[in-house]
């Protein structure tokens, strides 16, 4: 095992240059003050390269053809991974209990939902229960994806093993329902882990998110707050572009999209807020 005891040091100039082109190829961006995290969560990437200095690194991701696998790298180490089954599920519980059940009357025979920041895939899997539970994957045909733009997290997603960390706020019965207990991990069953289709994409490539963001129903919670303003308007822009029509977007209860499109209205609908396509 390796022990980084110090961080490389940036210099203030070199710190704008490398934070900037992370914003544009990953979306994630550090203000100013959060410098000294930027650097310790870069540093071992650094060494592990064995480049000894931080504008060497810059000009690695800028000029080097060899340097398109390290960005893989960067977006696992920047990216904070933080989720648990049902967060904010007054969401999720408006998508069961409103919105399906009124695409269903409407006729619609297919519905495809993307969880588009899915880390380590609690909020898709949390979508397929409680969608499981309403009894609405024998109605309807439903495609979920949950992507993320962490290889790491997709990995973990993939093997459907969850800490107690991820249970803060599962009721006791879907845990017994829902999950089969593995050493002092619980892993879900795989009737519901086979309902979500598992992917890595960028949502700042917006190549990349095409075919996912091609749904009615899209979840991108607790990522906007790592971005910078103007990217927040770049993927709302292309969400409105691709999704279908009616289009329900789902965001953090800290995400608030209102001074940055108009391409949808706040709704209220089932107890929740929904960015509703215009
Ligand atoms: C705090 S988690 C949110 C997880 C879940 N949506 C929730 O609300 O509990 C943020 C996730 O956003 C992902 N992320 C950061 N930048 C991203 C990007 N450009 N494209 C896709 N995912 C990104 C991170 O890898 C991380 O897994």
New binding site residues.
């Given amino acids: 095992m390796r022990f980084y005891l110090e961080s490389i040091p940036l210099p203030d100039n070199v710190f704008l240059l490398l934070r900037d082109i992370i914003k544009e190829r990953?979306?994630?961006y550090y203000e100013n003050s959060k410098k000294e995290i930027f650097s310790n969560k870069l540093s071992p990437l650094l060494v592990e390269k064995g480049i000894t200095s931080f504008l060497d690194y810059y000009y690695f991701l800028k000029y080097d053809p060899e340097s398109e696998k390290e960005w893989e790298n960067i977006?696992?180490a920047?990216?904070?991974?933080?989720?648990?089954f049902f967060?904010?599920v007054e969401q999720i519980k408006a998508l069961a209990n409103v919105i399906i059940p009124d695409l269903y009357k409407e006729g619609k025979q297919h519905i495809k939902i993307w969880?588009?920041?899915?880390?380590?895939g609690?909020?898709p899997l949390s979508i397929a229960m409680l969608l499981d539970e309403k009894g609405w994957f024998e109605r309807l045909d439903i495609e979920i994806y949950g992507?993320?733009?962490?290889t790491k997290?997709i990995e973990r997603a993939k093997l459907g093993r969850y800490t107690e960390r991820s249970f803060r706020n599962t009721p006791r019965e879907y845990i017994e329902k829902y999950f089969i207990r593995d050493g002092n991990m619980y892993k879900i069953i795989s009737e519901i882990h086979k309902r979500v289709d598992w992917a890595i994409?960028?949502?700042?490539?917006k190549e990349e998110i095409k075919r996912f963001a091609q749904s009615s129903i899209i979840?991108?919670?607790?990522?906007l707050?790592?971005?910078s303003e103007d990217t927040i308007v770049k993927l709302i822009k292309n969400l409105a572009e691709y999704m279908e029509n009616p289009g329900y977007l789902f965001t953090?209860s800290a995400e608030s999209l209102l001074k940055y499109t108009t391409d949808f209205e706040l709704q209220i609908i089932g107890g929740a807020f929904v960015y509703v396509k215009r």
Avoid: M
């Fill in positions: 990953v979306g994630i977006a696992n920047l990216s904070i991974q933080e989720t648990y967060r904010e969880s588009s920041a899915c880390a380590t609690e909020e992507t993320d733009i962490s997290a994409a960028n949502l700042v490539n979840f991108c919670r607790n990522v707050i790592y971005f953090g």
